[in-house]
T-cell receptor, first 113, second 114 residues
């Protein structure tokens, strides 16, 4: 069993739809959870950064963490064609930078105009 | 504020050679981490440096090494290159201290081994 599981997709939705992306994990010591967006031929771009369980909202993006279920989600409202990219979840035990991030393999998202 | 800068963007090498990749972190960031990204394995952690010291290391062979300079810039070296080392190598920087310090990535160096 991999440490972090993420459906690779592709996930194709029409413009304006609400998108739900998810990851499950097995290491209960993970406390810091991130979502990155990666466009082709670019590095991952940080979208959301959360600590422990709960919700965090930033514009059209909402991140949810449920540590009891070892499950994290990213919701994108009013999706746009420019949101088409690969979305990577990442997590770590510590948040100070010393811990390497453990990534899911990414979900390829396509927003149809 | 300039982001993380990695050079070169592309490299082509042959088996058995060695290669050095460079990373300049965001100004003020003292932690630099390196990752390997491949289609099969995804993003995997190589190592992390803070104040010129390696604080953490992933599960990679000793052919992969790194160092950090006093200005926080970092280099990664891979010796005796193998075909399987073909990958996108990503560098990330963070402040490195405190509890909530997310990592910001550069655009990577794409290494191809012939």
């Amino acid at each position: 069993q991999k440490e972090v599981e993420q459906d690779p997709g592709p996930l194709s939705v029409p413009e304006g739809a609400i998108v739900s992306l998810n990851c499950t994990y097995s290491n209960s010591a993970f406390q810091y959870f991130m979502w990155y967006r990666q466009y082709s031929r670019k590095g991952p771009e940080l979208l959301m950064y959360t600590y422990s369980s709960g919700n965090k909202e930033d514009g059209r993006f909402t991140a949810q963490v449920d540590k009891s279920s070892k499950y994290i989600s990213l919701f994108i409202r009013d999706s746009q064609p420019s949101d088409s990219a690969t979305y990577l979840c990442a997590m770590s035990e510590g948040g100070g930078g010393a811990d390497g991030l453990t990534f899911g393999k990414g979900t390829h998202l396509i927003i149809q105009p | 504020k300039a982001g993380v800068t990695q050079t070169p963007r592309y490299l082509i090498k042959t088996r058995g050679q060695q290669v050095t990749l460079s990373c300049s972190p965001i100004s003020g960031h003292r932690s630099v981490s390196w990752y390997q990204q491949t289609p099969g394995q995804g993003l995997q952690f190589l190592f992390e440096y803070f104040s010129e010291t390696q604080r953490n290391k992933g599960n990679f062979p000793g052919r992969f090494s790194g160092r950090q300079f006093s200005n926080s810039r970092s280099e990664m070296n891979v010796s005796t290159l193998e075909l399987g080392d073909s990958a996108l190598y990503l560098c990330a920087s963070s402040l490195g201290t405190g509890e909530t310090q997310p990592q910001h990535f550069g655009d990577g160096t794409r290494l191809s081994i012939l």
